[in-house]
């Protein structure tokens, strides 16, 4: 990045914070029934080896509301959840140069969006939600992995690269059915349909009301207990075009996209968590028929540093034989995976300042035998208003 946008990025981060700081006090005496979330995430992130060496700022601002309906309303055990994004600044995943990415606030279509906005009820023993729904909120995700700034520790990159535009994640959602329920003390269950097109208000097409596109369909199973196991499944009720085979007219040939994932987490010990995922899919429609995540998160790191933690992970996406022959096509010496390390430590400097630097190698990147291994070096910070 060049001074002068660094400059300017610098400057507007001030006056957000100085905006956010004025808000606070307002946001933080509002009713009880209503319940408030700020906050505001910088990243200067950049390539330091294998790619050309130049960091890139880019932010990511949540705004989120939830409206307890009974005591608003008197509707009975319901709530609605109102979430806002705007996302601004450089692209590092594109300097970069890999397939699974290296910054998870980075987005294709900067701007405001209507990220969530769903209703949430009981119907007897089931819990419902309806709206504009992040699957990956409830589904393929674990706690331990959230500190670890790759993107492949937030949903598996198999189930991540599905979809006409993308499944419904961050930072654009589909409008989505679901319900979840607890079997019995340690065994709950989730069950979602969303619409295949993820497409919010600040999109170029607004929200998606038509299906066309057919539906993800996704379940998952818990189990809670010393060791706590999510295993889960999902499918489109539309089937997508071949990354490789062509029929008879020169289109792509429709197959059907379907995978399954587990993940699991433990404590080790006091301050130390471990986390595994494994995730499989068809290999026909995406480049990846396969791939997994682990890792370990230490909390209480310093002992004088209440608030500090360490995260550190490993992932790798394992591709299709159709996608490395593709690749090897277009001349690259296709690799059968692209791999990744991330080195994390985060710390609550202040009530509403927390500071991370991140480190992260890449090897392979974009599935390429020939490409030097790409090191990868930043620092995020997250400003929240109200306090940690």
């Given at each position: 990045?060049?001074?002068?946008?660094?400059?300017?990025?610098?400057?507007?981060?001030?006056?957000?914070?100085?905006?956010?700081?004025?808000?606070?006090?307002?946001?933080?005496?509002?009713?009880?029934?209503?319940?408030?979330?700020?906050?505001?995430?910088?990243?200067?992130?950049?390539?330091?080896?294998?790619?050309?060496?130049?960091?890139?700022?880019?932010?990511?601002?949540?705004?989120?509301?939830?409206?307890?309906?009974?005591?608003?309303?008197?509707?009975?055990?319901?709530?609605?959840?109102?979430?806002?994004?705007?996302?601004?600044?450089?692209?590092?995943?594109?300097?970069?140069?890999?397939?699974?990415?290296?910054?998870?606030?980075?987005?294709?279509?900067?701007?405001?969006?209507?990220?969530?906005?769903?209703?949430?009820?009981?119907?007897?023993?089931?819990?419902?939600?309806?709206?504009?729904?992040?699957?990956?909120?409830?589904?393929?995700?674990?706690?331990?992995?959230?500190?670890?700034?790759?993107?492949?520790?937030?949903?598996?990159?198999?189930?991540?690269?599905?979809?006409?535009?993308?499944?419904?994640?961050?930072?654009?959602?589909?409008?989505?059915?679901?319900?979840?329920?607890?079997?019995?003390?340690?065994?709950?269950?989730?069950?979602?349909?969303?619409?295949?097109?993820?497409?919010?208000?600040?999109?170029?097409?607004?929200?998606?009301?038509?299906?066309?596109?057919?539906?993800?369909?996704?379940?998952?199973?818990?189990?809670?207990?010393?060791?706590?196991?999510?295993?889960?499944?999902?499918?489109?009720?539309?089937?997508?075009?071949?990354?490789?085979?062509?029929?008879?007219?020169?289109?792509?040939?429709?197959?059907?996209?379907?995978?399954?994932?587990?993940?699991?987490?433990?404590?080790?010990?006091?301050?130390?968590?471990?986390?595994?995922?494994?995730?499989?899919?068809?290999?026909?429609?995406?480049?990846?028929?396969?791939?997994?995540?682990?890792?370990?998160?230490?909390?209480?790191?310093?002992?004088?540093?209440?608030?500090?933690?360490l995260s550190i992970g490993a992932y790798q996406g394992r591709f299709d034989s159709k996608f490395r022959a593709n690749q090897r096509d277009g001349g690259i010496d296709a690799a059968r995976a692209e791999t990744g390390l991330e080195l994390t430590y985060s710390d609550q400097v202040t009530p509403w300042l927390r500071l991370q630097p991140d480190?992260?190698?890449?090897?392979?990147?974009?599935?390429?035998?020939?490409?030097?291994?790409?090191?990868?070096?930043?620092?995020?910070?997250?400003?929240?208003?109200?306090?940690?």
């Amino acid at each position: 990045m060049n001074r002068r946008a660094f400059s300017h990025h610098l400057v507007a981060s001030s006056a957000l914070a100085g905006a956010l700081a004025c808000l606070s006090p307002a946001l933080a005496h509002a009713d009880d029934a209503v319940a408030f979330e700020l906050e505001y995430t910088g990243d200067v992130l950049g390539p330091i080896a294998g790619a050309n060496r130049q960091g890139e700022y880019l932010d990511n601002l949540d705004i989120a509301a939830t409206f307890d309906m009974q005591r608003l309303a008197g509707w009975r055990d319901t709530s609605v959840f109102v979430h806002l994004l705007n996302n601004a600044g450089g692209a590092p995943n594109d300097r970069a140069g890999t397939l699974q990415g290296v910054d998870n606030i980075e987005v294709t279509q900067q701007g405001a969006r209507l990220y969530e906005f769903w209703v949430e009820t009981n119907i007897g023993a089931i819990n419902t939600r309806a709206g504009l729904y992040d699957v990956n909120s409830e589904f393929y995700a674990n706690e331990s992995a959230g500190l670890l700034i790759a993107p492949a520790f937030g949903i598996g990159s198999e189930l991540a690269a599905t979809g006409p535009n993308g499944p419904s994640i961050f930072p654009s959602t589909g409008l989505a059915l679901r319900f979840a329920t607890q079997f019995s003390e340690h065994v709950s269950g989730r069950f979602a349909v969303v619409n295949a097109n993820a497409s919010v208000l600040g999109d170029a097409d607004g929200v998606d009301t038509s299906f066309d596109n057919g539906a993800l369909v996704i379940g998952e199973l818990t189990w809670a207990g010393a060791t706590s196991i999510d295993i889960g499944a999902w499918t489109y009720t539309e089937e997508q075009g071949d990354i490789r085979l062509l029929n008879g007219l020169g289109d792509p040939v429709s197959q059907r996209a379907l995978g399954a994932y587990l993940t699991a987490e433990r404590e080790l010990w006091m301050d130390a968590t471990a986390f595994v995922r494994l995730g499989v899919s068809d290999g026909d429609t995406t480049p990846y028929n396969s791939g997994w995540q682990a890792g370990l998160l230490f909390t209480n790191v310093a002992p004088s540093r209440p608030d500090s933690q360490l995260s550190i992970g490993a992932y790798q996406g394992r591709f299709d034989s159709k996608f490395r022959a593709n690749q090897r096509d277009g001349g690259i010496d296709a690799a059968r995976a692209e791999t990744g390390l991330e080195l994390t430590y985060s710390d609550q400097v202040t009530p509403w300042l927390r500071l991370q630097p991140d480190v992260q190698i890449v090897f392979d990147p974009n599935g390429d035998r020939d490409r030097e291994d790409l090191w990868i070096a930043g620092l995020r910070f997250a400003i929240t208003p109200f306090g940690h």
